[in-house]
């Protein structure tokens, strides 16, 4: 048992010295981690990295403490301790003044620092005997221990020691994201996909610091969120998927756990409602909504642009206005998603008046609109949001509207186009998507949308071809790992050969956290080997 600090670092010195005297070789035979921070496995990358080359050992008698002025940073310490528990089997105390035994510490400090630009930014400097990390806000502290975490290897010493202790490398951590916004979606609507799913994929985008989750709810196959003015849209529009299989919907309940989860990981969820195209589901159940003159009937098959609202009809605004206030009540998120994409039996004149109308809906419930790039082709304002997945010339016109805009080009960043002709899941009408391909573009240099335009990047994944969480991760992973550090870190620290090898190296994380990612051959995958189920064991 290591007694005191004196032992501790004593034990950290043997450790350090024999990695300093081991042979690159001779490193990987003993597993010993790396104490270098400019060699960790982050991602994404930090803005500014200044290894100093020594170790904190981290243990049992490691405590962590948190800036008594807000209640949110202790919150933030306890989700740390959690992930180092379930990491490392270790279970240290927060905030307890009553330690027996405290030989380091982990501090959570707000900081009102200038380096700290945005919320998010965050300082980490981490010594021989302690980690400090800065942010001025409890979500820039919740983006700092998503590092912290990183940090810790999988592996612990405990070859040397009787108790085992984590090596973490120090020095100093300046990290600011490049774009405020970070995301994914996720289509519910073709496929229907559970709360435990939504948040298991919630845990796994958090720990790579994305920050916002779009969930695509309604289209011609699926209703999926309970709207207690218009019932049968679940009853009916809710009942059926592509494929046949039996859909499903979020009750009220269910979307604000799944917003409430989300905001305990500082990530907002941004619900969709797409219209006046991709909505057979809404009509079938109210069929005074359909607009393209025939009988609509449940629809399994995966075809687009047949649908549309009547978007000369009054009711159809009294609808949505009904829709936008419920969900609106339920998500804290400023933005609303109202689609606006393929309405390809929408008459291009009926298409701007219904955009119109529907962005002063959802103004009038306090949020600003998103929608895809063809809502661009309306008379928005400003302050709406395009998000640009297909047509350059609609980015282009968002941009003259002084409107902010979404990469999100399904070339370069959609989910769900197939790795390479072998995938299992995926389509490819827009291209195939290698791991590489999906990495290697600059959404600042895209199509010459101006920096001061983009809002971030966001990576969706639509679900046609995927039916359960076990699909839904070999299309998203390890891509969209990818995607957060081209949403968070400079092009500067951008580079394809440092991220492959930072990226298998989270094959151990992702194993842990039974993630089943495609393996893609360009990586070279780390093993995994877990010393938390060796101490399970004995
Ligand atoms: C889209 O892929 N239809 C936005």
């Given at each position: ?224 969120i309970e ?23 979020f009750t009220q309940e269910d979307y604000k756990e799944i917003v ?9 969820i ?57 969900i609106?009540?339920l998500s ?207």
């Amino acid at each position: 048992m290591i007694k005191s600090a004196f032992s501790k670092y004593l034990i950290i010195s043997i450790i350090l010295l024999a990695v300093i005297g081991c042979t690159e070789k001779k490193k990987r035979i003993l597993n010993l981690p790396s104490t270098d921070m400019a060699e960790a496995s982050l991602i994404p990358k930090p803005l500014k990295i200044i290894a100093t080359n020594e170790a904190f050992g981290l243990d049992h008698t490691t405590s962590i403490y948190t800036s008594a002025n807000d209640k949110n940073f202790e919150k933030v310490g306890l989700f740390l301790a959690d992930k180092i528990k379930s990491k490392t089997n270790l279970r240290l105390a927060v905030n307890d003044p009553e330690v027996p035994e405290v030989n380091g510490v982990i501090y959570i400090n707000q900081s009102d620092s200038d380096e700290l630009t945005t919320a998010e930014a965050y300082q980490l400097y981490i010594t021989k005997d302690s980690i400090i990390l800065n942010a001025k806000t409890a979500e820039g502290a919740f983006r700092g221990i998503q590092t912290i975490r990183q940090l810790i290897p999988e592996i612990s010493n405990d070859t040397i020691t009787e108790l085992p202790v984590w090596v973490v490398p120090t020095g100093k951590i300046l990290d600011i994201p490049n774009f405020e916004f970070r995301g994914s979606m996720l289509d519910v609507a073709r496929h229907f996909f559970s709360v435990e799913d939504v948040k298991k994929y919630i845990d796994l985008l958090s720990y790579y610091k994305i920050n916002a989750l779009h969930l695509h709810l309604t289209d011609d196959q699926g209703w999926r969120i309970e709207i207690k003015s218009w019932p049968k849209l679940t009853e009916i529009g809710g009942s059926t998927e592509v494929g046949g299989e039996a859909g499903g919907f979020f009750t009220q309940e269910d979307y604000k756990e799944i917003v409430a989860y989300a905001a305990d990981r500082y990530m907002m969820i941004i619900p969709e409602v797409d219209m006046p195209g991709h909505t057979n589901a809404a009509s079938v159940s109210y069929p005074i909504l359909n607009g393209n003159g025939k009988t609509p009937k449940l629809y399994e098959g995966t075809h687009v642009g047949f649908s549309t609202f009547d978007a000369r009809k009054d009711t159809v605004y009294s609808f949505i206005d009904d829709v936008v206030r419920e969900i609106s009540a339920l998500s804290p998120s400023p933005y609303f998603h109202i689609g606006g994409d393929e309405s390809h039996v929408t008459k291009k004149s009926d298409y701007i008046y219904f955009v119109n109308r529907v962005e002063k809906i959802v103004q009038k419930y306090g949020k600003q609109m998103i929608g895809w790039d063809e809502v661009a082709q309306a008379d928005v304002s400003s302050s709406s949001i395009a998000q640009f997945w297909d047509s350059e010339e609609n980015a282009q016109e968002a941009v003259k509207k002084g409107m902010k805009v979404i990469i999100s080009p399904a070339k370069k960043a959609y989910l769900d186009m197939q790795y390479d002709t072998l995938s299992k899941h995926g389509l490819h009408w827009a291209a195939f998507i290698p791991v590489d391909t999906a990495y290697v573009w600059s959404p600042e240099k895209y199509a010459g949308i101006p920096k001061e335009n983009i809002l971030g990047v966001e990576a969706p994944l639509w679900s046609e071809t995927i039916s359960n969480l076990e699909e839904l991760e070999y299309l998203a992973f390890p891509r969209v790992i990818g995607y957060s550090e081209l949403s968070w870190s400079t092009q500067e620290n951008r580079d394809w050969d440092n991220f492959k090898v930072r990226l298998g190296n989270q094959a151990p994380y992702l194993d842990r956290m039974n993630v089943k990612y495609y393996p893609s051959e360009l990586i070279d995958w780390k093993e995994s080997k877990f010393t938390y189920k060796e101490i399970k064991k004995d």
